[in-house]
C-alpha cells in the first residue's frame, strides 16, 4: 500500500514538475525560454483584452442596459465593475512589462503574475454570471485559453486554477447567494477546472519535451562542432609533426650527404694549395682560390638551408644576423659596405620557412647591389610591427639600364623574377624603386609568418 502510493505521488510530482524530466544539462535554458515565451504571449493576450474591454464597455453598460436586457441589475452591475477591474489590471499589468527588461527572472515574474491574473479575472467572470447558462462555457473557455496558450516554468498557474472555482463559488457566497444554489454550481466549475488543469500539464510537458529537445540537439552539435574541431587540430598537429621529421631527415641527409662531400672538396682544395706551395708552383693558385671559394659558398648555403628546414621557429635577430653575414661576406671583396639594422620588435617569431624566403629576398638584392648598382653604401632594414615584417635593402648607387626590366620599369632579370615568386609565395607584392639608386621591399602580414 506504502509503495503503490509512493508511486501515484512520484507521477502526480513528475506531472506537475516545473522540469519534468528533472534536473538535464538544459534545464535553466529551456525555462528561461518557457518564461520568455509566456511573457511575450501574455503581452499580445493584454493587449488584445485591454484594447477590446473599452468599446465592450460601451456595448455592455448602454445597449443591454438601455434595451432592457437585464433582468438582475446586480448582472449589470457585476459586469460593470468586471470590466473596468479587466482594463486597470491589464493596463498595470502592460505598464509593468513596459518598464520591465527583458530576461532573466522577469521574465518569469510577469509570466507568472499575468497567468494567475488571467484565472483571476476569468474567475471573477463566473462569480457575477454563476446562474447564468452562458457563464459555464464562458467561464471554461477563459481559462481554458490561458491553459493552452501560457506555460509559465512554475507551479503558479497550477494553483490559480485551483483557487478558481473557490473564488467563485466562495465569491458567490459572500455576495448572498444562497447556499444550496451555490451548491448546485460546484461540479459545474469543478469539473471543468480539473479537466483544463490537466490540459494544462499536457501541453506544458509538449511543449518543454520540444524545447529541450532542441536545446539538447542545440548541446550536441556544439560539442560534435567542438570535437570535429578538436580532430581537425588533432590531425594538423599530426600533419605538422610528420613534415616536421620529413624536414629533420632531409635536413640530415643534406648535411651527411653533400655537407660532407664539400667539406673533403674544401680539405682536398687546401691540401693541393700547401702542396703546390711546398712545390714551389703556383701557376693554378688563382684557379684553386675560386673553387674554395665556390665550394666555400656552397658550404655556406647548405648551411641556411638546414637552419631553416630544422623547423624550429625563427625570431627576427636571428634572421638579421644571417643577413649580417651574408652582407659582411659578399662586401668583404667589393666597395659597398653593408648595414643590417632591425627595428621594432627584434623577438618576434617568424615560421622557418617564411623566415628562409625572407633570407633568400634579402641576399638576392644585396648580391644585385654590389654586383650592379656601383654606390659605396648598401642598407638592410629588417621592421617588425603593427601586424607586419618589412624587408627592405637599398642602396645609393645608379641603376643599371642594361638590366632587364619590366614593363613598370622594374628590373625583371632572373634573379628578380625568383625574388618576385618567393615574395608571392608569403602573399606579398616585391616592391622595385630605381629613381634614387635601389630599393627592393617587401611587406608581409605577421599572420603570414606567424608559427
Known sequence: MASALHRISSRLGSAFAVHPNGPTPVALEVEAELAARTRRRSRIIAWLGFLTAFPLLYIDHWVPYRAGVWDVEVHHEGYLVWRLATIVTLGGWLWWDHRSPNGGSEDLRLANVFSALAVVLGAWFGLWFGSEPSAYPMYSFLLLMVGVMLQPPSSWLTWAYVLAPVITLGGALLHGTDFDYVASWTSAYVMPTIMIIMVHRVVY?????????????????????????????????????????????????????????????????????????????????????????????????????????????????????????????????????????????????LDSTAALHLLRIGQEAVQNAVKHSGGDRIEVVLEAGDGRVVLEVTDDGAFQRQTPVSGDGAPSGFGMHTMRERAEALGADLEVATESGTAIRVEVAASVLEV
Not at 519535451?209 to 540537439?217: D, I, K, M, V
Not at 640530415?252 to 700547401?274: F, K, M, P, T, Y
Open 205 to 349: 510537458r509538449q511543449a518543454y519535451a520540444t524545447l529541450e529537445s532542441r536545446h539538447l540537439l542545440t548541446r550536441a552539435n556544439a560539442d560534435l562542432e567542438d570535437a570535429l574541431g578538436e580532430l581537425r587540430d588533432t590531425q594538423g598537429l599530426l600533419l605538422d609533426a610528420e613534415r616536421q621529421t620529413e624536414r629533420l631527415r632531409i635536413s640530415r641527409d643534406l648535411h651527411d650527404s653533400v655537407g660532407a662531400q664539400l667539406s673533403n672538396l674544401i680539405a682536398g682544395v687546401e691540401l693541393a694549395r700547401l702542396e703546390q706551395r711546398a712545390s714551389g708552383a703556383d701557376s693554378s693558385s688563382r684557379t684553386l682560390d675560386v673553387i674554395e671559394g665556390d665550394a666555400r659558398d656552397a658550404m655556406g648555403l647548405l648551411r641556411e638551408t638546414v637552419w631553416a628546414l630544422s623547423g624550429t621557429p625563427i625570431s627576427i635577430s636571428e634572421l638579421a644576423r644571417q643577413l649580417q653575414r651574408f652582407a659582411r661576406d659578399s662586401t668583404r671583396a667589393a666597395a659597398p659596405s653593408a648595414t643590417v639594422r632591425v627595428e621594432g620588435d627584434r623577438d618576434q617569431r
